[in-house]
C-alpha cells in the first residue's frame, strides 16, 4: 500500500481499520478506471455505476478507499450479476448489514467498495443525495471533515464503532441532503 496521498495508487486499507488521509484529486481517475473496466464486464445489464463516498467529495479527508454505488434496473439477473463482478476480482459480502444492498470488496489491503441495488432504491438515493450536498456545502463539509478526524483518531483499529459514531451528524446532514437531491448525472 502506497501511503503518499499524492501517487494515484494511495489507496488501500486492512478491513476493520480507520485512517483517513487527504483528499486526493486522483481518486476521480481511479474511480472512472474502474467504472470502466467494470462496465465492460456488466455491458448489456442495464447498470448505472457512481463514485460515493468520502473519496467523492473534493476537499473532503477520506479512508484511502473508492466507494462505488451500483443500480441496476429491473429484468438483471442478481446470481449473473453477482459471479460477473466476483469475476472481476471483488469478494461478494451478503448485504453487510444494510437491508437491499449487494457489498462487495476489492484488494487486500482493501481498495474498492462496491454496494450494488436493484431498482429505485433508497439506498441509492441516500448515497447521490449525501455526495452531492456535501460537495455543494463546504461548511457542512469542514463539519464533516473534523468530525472525521476526530473520530478516526479514537477509534483507528475499530471501523464499525467509528461508523456508528458518525451516525447522528450523517442522519442530521442527510435531512438536508435529501431535500435538494435532484438525481444522478448520467455517468
Same mark, same amino acid.
Given at each position: 500500500?502506497?501511503?503518499? !496521498?499524492?501517487?494515484?495508487?494511495?489507496?488501500g486499507?486492512?478491513?476493520?481499520?480507520?485512517?483517513?488521509?487527504?483528499?486526493?484529486?486522483a481518486?476521480?481517475?481511479?474511480?472512472?478506471?474502474?467504472?470502466?473496466?467494470?462496465?465492460?464486464?456488466?455491458?448489456?445489464?442495464?447498470?448505472?455505476?457512481?463514485?460515493?463516498?468520502?473519496?467523492?467529495?473534493?476537499g473532503?479527508?477520506?479512508?484511502?478507499?473508492?466507494?462505488?454505488?451500483?443500480?441496476?434496473?429491473?429484468?438483471?439477473?442478481?446470481?449473473?450479476?453477482?459471479?460477473?463482478?466476483?469475476?472481476?476480482?471483488?469478494?461478494?459480502?451478503?448485504?453487510?448489514?444494510?437491508?437491499?444492498?449487494?457489498?462487495?470488496?476489492?484488494?487486500? !489491503?482493501?481498495?474498492?467498495?462496491?454496494?450494488i441495488?436493484?431498482?429505485?432504491?433508497? %439506498?441509492?438515493?441516500r448515497?447521490?443525495?449525501?455526495?452531492?450536498?456535501?460537495?455543494? %456545502?463546504?461548511?457542512?463539509?469542514?463539519?464533516y471533515?473534523?468530525?472525521?478526524?476526530?473520530?478516526?483518531?479514537r477509534?483507528?483499529?475499530?471501523?464499525?464503532?467509528?461508523?456508528?459514531?458518525?451516525?447522528?451528524?450523517?442522519?442530521?446532514?442527510?435531512?438536508?441532503?435529501?431535500?435538494?437531491?435532484?438525481?444522478?448525472?448520467?455517468?
Amino acid at each position: 500500500m502506497n501511503r503518499n !496521498p499524492g501517487d494515484p495508487k494511495a489507496v488501500g486499507l486492512p478491513e476493520g481499520r480507520v485512517r483517513l488521509v487527504p483528499h486526493n484529486p486522483a481518486w476521480a481517475r481511479l474511480y472512472r478506471n474502474e467504472r470502466r473496466r467494470l462496465r465492460r464486464r456488466l455491458a448489456g445489464l442495464n447498470v448505472t455505476l457512481e463514485h460515493i463516498g468520502s473519496t467523492a467529495v473534493p476537499g473532503l479527508p477520506a479512508k484511502p478507499i473508492i466507494d462505488m454505488a451500483a443500480w441496476v434496473r429491473s429484468g438483471a439477473r442478481l446470481s449473473r450479476i453477482l459471479r460477473l463482478v466476483e469475476e472481476a476480482g471483488y469478494e461478494y459480502k451478503g448485504e453487510y448489514g444494510l437491508a437491499g444492498r449487494h457489498f462487495f470488496v476489492r484488494g487486500a !489491503p482493501v481498495t474498492h467498495h462496491l454496494h450494488i441495488v436493484f431498482n429505485p432504491h433508497p %439506498h441509492w438515493i441516500r448515497w447521490l443525495a449525501f455526495r452531492n450536498y456535501l460537495r455543494r %456545502h463546504p461548511l457542512e463539509m469542514r463539519r464533516y471533515a473534523i468530525l472525521k478526524r476526530s473520530l478516526a483518531k479514537r477509534f483507528p483499529t475499530h471501523r464499525a464503532a467509528y461508523t456508528r459514531a458518525k451516525t447522528i451528524v450523517i442522519e442530521q446532514i442527510m435531512a438536508s441532503a435529501i431535500g435538494e437531491f435532484k438525481g444522478p448525472k448520467k455517468s
